[in-house]
């Protein structure tokens, strides 16, 4: 991993309006995105990891704000710029060309009704990269070439709904990639894939950020797509980081009851097929303010103090962080 | 293409549906359009002599025949008021329509599409109460009410604008207004609505990644996704306004189809109406063909 660092989250948080109050869904939590390294960002569905994500380039919806936090970006030229403070038109001015995005859904995140050639082609054309319009297709042709999608300058005029969820997937990354981002988002690229198909855009994946060399935060609930594609994890439980490894050392040693629940609900080849491990319980509804640890009521071995007292990030090396009464303790 | 002739052929048989609706539906109305025209103190001859003529005394299956095989060739009968062959005065009436229809839509469109987006961007604030109350009332108020209020304020009030037609431009903007006014209405309420609809759309937050503000992707990616079904609205709107606008025309005293239809029934003009109609009914259904191609052409995933 790099030591420079790209993109520091500080103590992010953010709320959704309910009834007149705010809500928050992401609770002061610290990642870093260091340059040339790829991230990861797990948890359940409902725990914040999307809205973090959005909160990066503000595409949050309109009822949930940044309440609080920095995210401060590091230019090449060693000024930092905090993110969170932007205006929307100096935002837009990174977005695309220091930030891009990939979302879930490939179908609904493309625009029904524009040839996916002149929707890459606006990055361009929104950024003024390129002034000649002939040569800006040319350069949305090479790209769709290097995200591999077969017969580039035909398919630069298909239509959305004309290419399967892979191809589609493929045109969104070269919409990301077409004006050489520093930071790639990638909002849980592969659920919406079928298996095979997952595997082919997870190298493409890392295979841009190497040639590129760009960074990625890679937001997904699948262990299996973070130990072939992290360097680093963030697990995610309701707004909250749990834990924080490198990828080997996570899944070597998992400290927290939590990510061992994740870990171990991965089906494997050989094991006893008629009884798959599962986390018991649902993601509580976060109604009232909750001083305990946000995990003890599915937790297997919680200890009184998880009731009445959150526990803070534990330093268990300098690559692994827990936020565990228990773990600590074990320790220790 | 095949699909366009199973349109075009669709469309004659709604012709042929709504030829044999309208003559039915003249023949079963009581009393003799003969002695309708001749006044009641004529002899019983003269009637009768009038009522061949006319061919009205022939079975009805030979007489929908004569009709058929007339309106094919373009020849809709003669009127019995007016003296004339009724296609020569649906083509003379049918300019004064045109032209009111193409200063109503625009009326129409600009302001119900400018509304519905402004309503939309600003939904629940100030400006989209304002219009959304402005556009019920385009909907709700009766269009005789919203001609004579514009008469009572531009003319007696202000006197600002003709009151009737005068084949000016200037004496066309009351009319289109009049004429206009509802449709606005429910184009701005369309145009917000779905506009609205496509704001959840992951696509916009797409647009946005890439770099556009909030209101350039929506003006440019939202809107054109948001104009789909306002686009057919507009086109039934604007087929329907074609085919005579009786209210308007009657009220601001202009020669097109909808006064022709109702001088025609106030007459019992049967000719006459069943060529009104029959026009009315043609208009409509080429007015839906055209509203299917613009779809097509504006949305991709409609051509197979």
């Known amino acids: 991993m790099n030591d420079d660092k790209l993109l520091e989250i500080k103590d992010l948080t953010v709320s959704i309006k309910q009834e007149k109050e705010m809500m928050p869904v992401v609770n002061g939590i610290d990642i870093t995105i260091p340059d040339h390294s790829i991230i990861g960002l797990v948890g359940e569905s409902g725990c914040g990891k999307s809205m973090t994500a959005k909160s990066i380039n503000h595409i949050l919806p309109s009822f949930a704000k940044i309440t609080s936090g920095s995210m401060l970006w590091h230019e090449p030229s060693g000024q930092v710029c905090d993110l969170v403070t932007l205006k929307e038109k100096d935002i837009r001015k990174r977005c695309g060309t220091d930030v891009a995005m990939i979302f879930q859904e490939p179908m609904t995140s493309l625009n029904p009704l524009m040839c996916i050639g002149d929707q890459i082609k606006e990055v361009l054309m929104i950024h003024k990269l390129e002034k000649s319009q002939d040569r800006a297709k040319a350069r949305v042709i090479e790209m769709l070439d290097a995200v591999e999608i077969p017969d580039p300058a035909v398919r630069y005029r298909a239509y959305p709904h004309e290419l399967s969820g892979g191809m589609r997937q493929r045109a969104m990354i070269a919409m990301a990639m077409i004006a050489n981002p520093k930071l790639l988002i990638a909002d849980e690229p592969t659920t919406a894939l079928d298996v095979t198909t997952q595997a082919q855009?997870?190298?493409?994946?890392?295979?841009?950020?190497?040639?590129?060399?760009?960074?990625?935060?890679?937001?997904?609930?699948?262990?299996g797509i973070v130990s072939t594609l992290c360097d680093y994890v963030y697990v995610m439980y309701l707004g909250t980081i749990m834990e924080e490894a490198l990828t080997d050392e996570l899944f070597r040693n998992p400290m927290h009851p939590y990510t061992r629940g994740l870990l171990s609900s991965i089906p494997r080849m050989g094991d006893n097929p008629e009884f798959l491990e599962t986390l018991p319980g649902n993601?509580?509804?976060?109604?009232?303010?909750?001083?305990?640890?946000?995990?003890?009521?599915?937790?297997?071995?919680?200890?009184?103090?998880?009731?009445?007292?959150?526990?803070?990030?534990?330093?268990?090396?300098?690559?692994?962080y827990v936020r565990c009464h228990v773990a600590a303790g074990k320790e220790d | 293409m095949s699909g366009f002739i199973r349109r075009c052929a669709g469309v004659i048989l709604v012709l042929l549906g709504v030829m044999i609706l309208i003559f039915v539906v003249l023949r079963i109305i009581p009393g003799n359009p003969a002695a309708v025209l001749l006044n009641e103190h004529v002899n019983k001859e003269t009637i009768e002599r009038l009522t061949a003529s006319m061919n009205l005394d022939k079975p009805l299956p030979e007489q929908f025949f004569l009709y058929l095989s007339g309106a094919l060739k373009g020849d809709l009968g003669q009127s019995y008021y007016m003296k004339q062959p009724v296609t020569a005065l649906v083509l003379q009436a049918f300019p004064y329509t045109v032209k009111l229809t193409v200063f109503a839509a625009a009326f129409a469109w600009i302001f119900g599409i400018g509304v519905g987006v402004i309503s939309a961007i600003h939904h629940d604030r100030l400006p989209d109460y304002l219009f959304r109350g402005v556009s019920l009332l385009g909907i709700s108020v009766p269009v005789f009410m919203i001609a004579l209020f514009l008469q009572y304020l531009f003319y007696f009030k202000f006197s600002l604008l003709p009151l009737v037609y005068d084949g000016s431009i200037v004496s066309m903007?009351?009319?289109?207004?009049?004429?206009?006014?509802?449709?606005?209405?429910?184009?701005?309420?369309?145009?917000?609505?779905?506009?609205?609809?496509?704001?959840?759309?992951?696509?916009?937050?797409?647009?946005?990644?890439?770099?556009?503000?909030?209101?350039?992707?929506?003006?440019?990616?939202?809107?054109?996704?948001?104009?789909?079904?306002?686009?057919t609205m507009l086109a039934l709107q604007l087929s329907s306004m074609l085919s005579g606008a009786v209210i308007t025309e009657s009220v601001f005293g202009i020669a097109g189809l909808g006064k022709l239809a109702l001088s025609a029934v106030e007459t019992r003009d049967m000719p006459l109406l069943q060529g009104t109609v029959l026009f009315s009914a043609f208009i409509i259904s080429i007015g839906n063909i055209i509203s299917d191609f613009i779809n097509t052409c504006m949305d991709p995933r409609l051509r197979v």
Request: contains cysteine.
């Open chain 1, 201 to 223: 855009i997870l190298d493409l994946i890392k295979k841009m950020c190497e040639t590129h060399s760009m960074s990625a935060l890679i937001i997904t609930h699948n262990m």
């Open chain 1, 283 to 320: 993601i509580p509804v976060n109604k009232e303010k909750f001083r305990g640890c946000r995990f003890c009521l599915r937790c297997s071995d919680d200890i009184k103090k998880c009731f009445f007292e959150e526990a803070p990030l534990h330093k268990v090396s300098d690559d692994h």
């Open chain 2, 173 to 231: 903007i009351l009319p289109a207004i009049a004429l206009g006014w509802n449709s606005a209405g429910s184009v701005a309420r369309l145009t917000r609505s779905s506009l609205m609809e496509q704001f959840n759309e992951p696509y916009l937050d797409t647009a946005m990644a890439k770099g556009l503000t909030s209101r350039q992707a929506i003006l440019s990616h939202g809107l054109k996704n948001a104009m789909v079904p306002v686009i």
